[in-house]
C-alpha cells in the first residue's frame, strides 16, 4: 500500500486491508466464521464477471496499432461499460475520496490505477479531486472509451479541422492550428459512455472535475513513446471569423478554437497508486 493511495482518500485503515468486495474492504479476522466468508465470496462474484467480461471483449477487439475497432465492437464495449458500475471495480461513493465535503489540499494532483495493460490495448482508472484538471491532450492513433463511473466532470474536446497539415504541424510543433470543438459541458455520473477515434469524436480533450471523480478508461493501443504514441498537450484560444483569418473549412454553425502545443504544466502531473480492486484473469 502507498502513501499517495492512502492521501487520495481510497482506503480507510491501510493497516487492516487485505482486499476490497464492492464497496467494502474486507479486513483481517479475527475469529472463524463460516457463514460470513460464504457471503463474501458470493458478493464478490458480480464485480469480478463485470470486468472479466470487459477484460475478454477488449482481447478480442483490439486488433494493434493501425486499427480501428469496427462500429459494432464499438457498440459492444459501449453496452458492456454502460452497465458498469463503481463497484464492478471496487469503488464507492462511500470513501473518504469521494465525499462531497471532503477538504480539498491546494495543487492536489491527479491519480491514476492501471488494470491492465499490454500492447494492444489498456484498463486504467483516473482519480481527479474536485477542482483538479487535466489539460487538453490527445490520443495519437488511438481509440478511447471513457466512462465516468463518479462525480461531476467538464468535458472539452477538439477534432482537427484539417488533418492533412499534420506535416507542417511536425516542423512547428508550436504552430497554432484550428480545430473544431466537440463538447463543450458538464457529465454527470451515470452518464453514457463516451468514444474517441484517432481524427474524431473529440480526440483532443481536457477533464475538469466539478466534484471528486473517477473515470474507467480503455485505450487501444495504449500510449507508447517508442511506438510514436507520445501524448502532447495543448492550450486553445477562442476562433473569431470576423477578426481571425477566413478559413475555407470553417461552418458558420460550428465552434472553433486555436490549439497550441504546450509542455506539460508543471501542476498537472499525475501520481501512479496501486489498483486495489477485483482482479482480471488474463489466462481466462
Known sequence: MTMEAEAAGLVRNPGDVIGKVQDKIIRKKRCSNSSRRKVIIRRSLRPILGLQQLFLS???????????????????????????TPQDVGLSSDLHFFKPNTDVKAHERVAYATIHQCKKFSLCIFFLPANSVIPLHNHPGMT?????????????????????????????????????LRANRIFTAPCDTSVLYPTSGGNIHEFTAMTPCAVLDVLGPPYSKDDGRD???YKDSPYDATLDVEVKEAKQDECYGWLEEIDLPND???????????????AS
Not at 68 to 82: E, T, W
Not at 268 to 282: N, R
Open 231 to 233: 501524448c502532447s498537450y
Open 268 to 282: 498537472s502531473e499525475m501520481d501512479p497508486i496501486p489498483y486495489l480492486g477485483p482482479q482480471v484473469s488474463v
Open 58 to 84: 477488449c482481447q478480442e477487439v483490439f486488433k494493434g496499432p493501425g486499427t480501428v475497432p469496427s462500429p459494432n465492437d464499438v457498440q459492444m464495449l459501449c453496452h458492456i461499460l454502460d452497465q458498469m
Open 144 to 180: 478511447v472509451f471513457s466512462k465516468l463511473l463518479l462525480g461531476s466532470m467538464h468535458i472539452k474536446s477538439y477534432d482537427w479541422l484539417d488533418n492533412s497539415s499534420s506535416d507542417n504541424h511536425e516542423s512547428d510543433p508550436k504552430l497554432k492550428r484550428l480545430a473544431r
